[in-house]
């Protein structure tokens, strides 16, 4: 897809904050520093529209980037990170709930895993959350580059056994590999 514009919107905490517009929504959502921040910038070829930080939370609330003025990117706060007060990290968890439960512009969610590890409790707690509310998503395992094919392979094999969603898309924000295969998911859903 040729990306002419790119805008943050805004950033949200409730459903009276998101955008009123009926345009379709491609949400982003995984672990705290599993790289969501990064895929959104590199699947648009931009740099700093997300904002990205090698400190785990850096994205704490619900942002809407409108693309070409027709679909939005929504990268949601990443979850699960440890040092975050148990309190904070309840309110990150039911914003995404609250997000995923009642969203009728979402079209399609991005579940991104990290390609170094199998998938963790969170990731499967992620998984059930989209099986939940039956939102199509599908499974992106970032950070490919740190592996060689071979660990690659096996490591994708286990995502795919593990997150029962068919295939899973090794992707890097380093490389860009992948990112014509998840251009194709999003290009099919936002039209
Ligand atoms: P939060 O907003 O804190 O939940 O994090 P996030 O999931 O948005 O992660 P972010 O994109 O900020 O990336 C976290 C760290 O991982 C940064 O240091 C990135 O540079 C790095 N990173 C992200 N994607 C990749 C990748 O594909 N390859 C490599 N090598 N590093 C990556
Ligand atoms: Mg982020």
New binding site residues.
Partial sequence: MKIVSTEFVKSATAPEHYPRDKRPEIA?M?????????????LLGVKGL???????????LINFFLINQAFYFV?L???G?ARVPTAIKETWGQMIETYLANRQNLVLSIA?TDSRHNPTPLDLMMRDWLEANQQPFIVVA?????LSSNQLRASLKCAEAVMGEGKVIA?????RKGVEQIWREISRRVR
């Fill in positions: 982003f995984g672990r705290s520093n599993v790289g969501k921040s990064s895929l959104i910038n590199s997300a904002r990205t930080s090698s400190t785990p939370g850096r994205t704490q990268d706060p990443g979850y990170y991104i970032t950070k490919a580059d740190k992707y890097s924000a380093v490389t």
